[in-house]
């Protein structure tokens, strides 16, 4: 893309008005866009400074960032097949994470000031699907390289923190359910029920290839651990004279892929093992609009999962965020946003955790070998103002609160001021 002709030089480069970065290539890109040719190009980074508290209460920054370089073809226009689309994304995520000093490091943190660090360190084949529509839309059916949480309990969000973003079904459950940027060999089948509410199912096959660091273009089915299948029934209303959209789904999901079960650990090792399952529920609303537009407005959303007692570390999480689009008339696109979740630990984990230590002789927090005892919850607080500087730029400054990084009583709260961005090119 980059070496495209005259590309850095169009006459719209750097433009405030323009939706990207290096401009409309003089009108070739809008043109393309037309005739079935979407060429995608985006930037974000996050970075964020521990100022106060956690395990190592030293002021410290760290830095972490992605690349997605992708192409949509609308195969409609392009080959006349109606209603059918590819989508191809290749994605890099590299930097360092703050949570790694915010937290005791035999534990780490359980959420992340910095959700674009996760899986990082690597090139990955994100996204190389077809998807097809048939009968007026009634059916879609999506299959190749797929990540779940594009389909599966997905919705859009602007907060640093991992907590409050789309796919949590995936955060507390990540050894099974992979979210963007780790793609598998799989699909979905979705019935349009009415053009409101949906109904359905996925299928992902699991292989250690997926996700292991430098493993990103290695597409292999084997070795098999197994498979992941969703279930969704998803309602997407709009109310009222203003249309206020609302994103309602409730899920569930079964992954045949075995896993120790803590409640069965004893003399040096779990004696069972057992496969996984788990739900969660989304519900989001635009509860106003502003400025005779429902594109500005305040916005509600509560999330919850719950994960089996048996083979999950976290066996049950909730949140709230609000986020008002358009607050000022004088800068209608920028967005505030709040929220604050909770995240339990599983007690049979917390149980076995301790059982260990007394294995191994084992009660000095501060020995190297202690394994520190998580118990409870650790719970996340945000709140970021986003700046529409161009069409091109957002920033966003943010402020996080940590109670209990890790789910260790020993470790100190930590107060965590952030920054991210988002560039199209």
Known sequence: MLALPGLAYAADAFSVDSPWLFGDWGGNRSAWQQDGVDFQLGYTMETASNLAGGYNTSTTARYSDQWAFGVNLDLEKL?????????????????????????????GMLSSTQEVYGRGQTWRLTQFWLRKGFFDDVLDVK?????????????????????????????????????????????????????????????????????????????????????????????????GADKLSGNYRIGYYYSSVNGDVYGSWRNGGYEDKAHSYGGYILAQQQLTAQGGSNARGLTLTVQAVMNDHKTSKTDNYQSIALTWKGPFDARPDDEIGMGAARIHVNSAYTQALREQNRFNGESDYNSPTYLPVQSGSEYNYEVYYNIQTTKWLQLRPNLQYISAPGAVSKVDDAFVGGLSANIEF
């Open 143 to 239: 299959a190749g390289r797929v990540t779940v949480g594009e389909d599966f309990d997905n919705f859009d969000s602007k907060f640093q923190n991992l907590a409050f973003g789309s796919g949590q079904a995936g955060n507390w459950r990540g050894d099974r359910w992979y979210n963007w940027p780790v793609s598998q060999w799989g699909g979905r089948v979705r019935v349009n029920v009415t053009p409101d509410v949906f109904m359905q199912v996925g299928f992902y096959n699991q292989t250690p290839y997926n996700y292991a660091r430098g493993d990103g273009f290695r597409l292999e089915f084997s070795p098999t651990e197994g498979n992941l299948v969703p279930v969704e029934l998803g309602w997407k209303p709009q109310f």
């Open 79 to 107: 080959l006349h097949w109606q209603d059918a689309e590819f989508q191809m994304t290749i994605t890099n995520r590299d930097g360092q994470n703050v949570s790694d000093q915010l937290a005791d490091p035999r534990t």
